[in-house]
């Protein structure tokens, strides 16, 4: 069983992450907090609310903590994700309210009650974590591991020619973050999914008829000659919303000459979380520039000690995307069999 804390700005690609980890039978759900991102918070929790439902996941506690980062002002990107944040989907209003619990306080006291038990999972900007680190220094003592979505290497952004999107949103959360970090034991270090291997995970409209298929659905064609925003009218709820954010997420990277595909960098990183994606990593320091204009948000990994400061990061190096996608489709193709 992995018993997580789980972070995000839902969000296609963290959508995707979710429903991924719903259909794993060895997943608890402790609680599941919003950070604004791609979209604001309240919408990051009504999405989150809603999607565990469709995925079988009902009574999940969600919660709501920063409404913005620590020191500039909140950007979201509808043009990434689509008005409400899950592309051309439009998802059922939630049965469940959003916990009038803080997600910061609420993350704090699961890991001082559980400790070393629990796995914490960014695929948000870093705003609840740093809170959090700030509220409970001894953070990383307490939780069993870290992973994090977020930065890019040696690699081009995709938010400016430098930074990534989390970690441009909320740079001042992920310096302090990284810095809580210094001088940690190897094994409690956070394991960073940048952009360097996330970009390798390119969902593809085949990866979309697989799922369909693995459901047991019609075939669900999202072909690049159909016309923009075309809906799914397939007869499994969870396929039919899933094909409509996805959709939009081919139409948003082809925009950007990227093909007719999507990266679902947040599915990769929840993988890695739970143990069954393939990768490697290399430890390394890392810091984030949040003085230059031109560089805001960029992340900067030292891998030789040239700083003389000891690893701080794990950055994922390797990974494997034939074998990510199988069992993307494997796990919620089932998963939407079972739920319909
Ligand atoms: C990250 O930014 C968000 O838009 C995605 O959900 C992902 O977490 C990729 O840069
Ligand atoms: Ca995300």
Redesign the pocket.
């Known amino acids: 069983m992995t018993s997580y804390l789980l972070d995000v700005?839902t969000?296609?690609?963290?959508a995707l992450a979710l429903a991924y980890l719903a259909a794993l039978p060895e997943t608890e759900f402790v609680c599941v907090t919003a950070t604004p991102?791609?979209v604001d918070a309240g919408q990051v929790a009504r999405n989150t609310l809603a999607l565990l439902e469709l995925c079988g996941r009902p009574g999940v506690e969600v919660a709501i903590g920063a409404h913005g980062p620590l020191s500039i002002p909140l950007t979201t990107?509808p043009e990434?994700?689509g008005p409400q944040g899950i592309g051309h989907a439009v998802l059922p209003e939630p049965a469940g309210r959003v916990s009038a619990r803080n997600a910061v306080d609420l993350w704090v006291e699961h890991a001082r009650a559980r400790p070393g038990e629990l796995t914490a999972l960014i695929?948000?900007p870093l705003t609840n974590f740093a809170l959090a680190l700030r509220q409970e220094p001894d953070l990383p003592d307490l939780l069993a591991g870290v992973v994090i979505?977020?930065g890019?290497f040696y690699h081009q952004g995709?938010?400016t020619p430098t930074a990534?999107?989390?970690t441009h949103v909320d740079p001042h959360a992920a310096k302090e973050v990284y810095a809580a970090y210094r001088g940690r034991p190897l094994a409690k270090l956070p394991i960073v999914c940048s952009?360097d291997t996330?970009e390798r995970m390119e969902l593809r409209p085949e990866h979309v008829r697989q799922l369909a298929e693995a459901a047991g659905a019609a075939p669900e064609l999202v072909l690049p000659e159909q016309p923009e925003g075309l809906r799914s009218t397939s007869g499994n709820t969870l396929i039919r919303h899933l094909s409509d954010a996805l959709r939009f997420y081919f139409e948003f990277h082809r925009l950007y000459d990227q093909g007719y595909l999507a990266?679902v960098?947040?599915f990769f990183?929840a993988g890695v979380a739970a143990g069954t994606l393939e990768y490697s990593v290399r430890p390394a320091t890392v810091d984030v520039e949040t003085d230059s204009a031109l560089l805001m948000g960029t992340t900067v990994a030292d891998y030789r000690g040239l700083w003389g400061a000891p690893p701080n990061a794990r950055i994922v190096s390797g990974n494997n995307p034939g074998q990510a996608f199988r069992e993307l489709v494997s796990a919620v193709g089932g998963l939407a069999w079972r739920v319909g």
Request: zero cysteines; aromatic letters at 4%; a negative charge.
């Open positions: 700005d969000g296609i690609d963290d991102g791609n990107t990434t994700h695929t948000a979505m977020g890019s995709n938010t990534e999107w989390n952009l996330t990266h960098h947040d990183a």
